[in-house]
């Protein structure tokens, strides 16, 4: 696609319940990054993935959260144990290289409610 | 550490200018600023690097002043299409991003 894509775009879950967000990067992005976006606030940074090398996991707030990419395709952030503070949007953004200020691409973003 | 954006929001009528500031505590490399839109994805700027350079695009502009550690965003004969909320990432000594709070810009008719 022309863009990054995320899904899916609206995620309600109970306390508890484990979920998976997707993404898919801009064809040909070497990186790619998760941020979390708390209502009124801005972005904070989760993972980072950076081609072949290991990613950069300083922001996961918790060993709940966890993220996987395959290649330089796919990503699927799993968050287990859902508490109501996970509640926020989660954006993926990819770019050319692989350098964290490089020009970053956002998806849409998925709004994940916890009950 | 995050940096901190003022104002934290700012109401325009069209044809109006604003200044976003973007300030932090730590040596800064570069600050990019990013646009988002009630429910989109942020939308990237610009990017500007040590040097105390100015950039511009179409009537939004920006500067960087590294010895300041202070970066601010100019938007001249505002128009409604600007109305959204505008972050700054500032680049510090560990190479990564980390997002202000953002400046909730309204653009009225």
């Known amino acids: 696609g022309a863009g990054v894509s995320q899904s899916p775009s609206n995620k309600v879950t109970e306390k508890g319940k484990d979920v998976e967000l997707r993404c898919d990067p801009i064809?040909?992005?070497?990186?790619l990054y998760w941020y979390r976006q708390r209502l009124g606030q801005g972005l904070e940074f989760l993972i980072y993935?950076?081609?072949?090398?290991?990613?950069?996991k300083s922001g996961l707030p918790s060993d709940r959260f966890s993220a996987e990419r395959t290649g330089e395709s796919v990503s699927t952030l799993t968050i287990q144990r859902t508490q109501q503070e996970d509640s926020a949007v989660y954006l993926c953004?990819?770019?050319?290289?692989?350098?964290?200020?490089?020009?970053?691409?956002f998806g849409p973003g998925t709004r994940l409610t916890v009950l | 550490q995050q940096p901190v954006q003022s104002p934290q929001a700012v109401i325009l009528r069209e044809g109006e200018d604003a200044v976003i500031n973007c300030s932090s505590s730590?040596?800064?490399?570069?600050v990019h600023w990013y646009r988002q839109k009630h429910g989109e994805a942020p939308i990237f700027l610009m990017i500007?690097?040590?040097?105390?350079e100015q950039k511009g695009h179409d009537k939004i502009s920006a500067s960087f002043n590294e010895k300041k550690q202070q970066s601010s965003l100019y938007l001249t004969a505002s128009q409604l299409s600007y109305s959204g909320t505008y972050f700054c990432?500032?680049?510090?000594?560990?190479?990564?991003?980390?997002f202000g709070k953002g400046t909730l810009l309204t653009v009225n008719p």
């Open positions: 953004a990819s770019s050319r290289r692989e350098r964290f200020t490089d020009t970053q691409y």
């Open positions: 064809s040909g992005h070497t990186a």
């Open positions: 993935f950076q081609g072949n090398s290991a990613p950069d």
């Open positions: 730590k040596a800064l490399y570069s």
């Open positions: 500007l690097l040590k040097g105390g």
């Open positions: 990432g500032t680049e510090g000594s560990n190479y990564k991003l980390t």
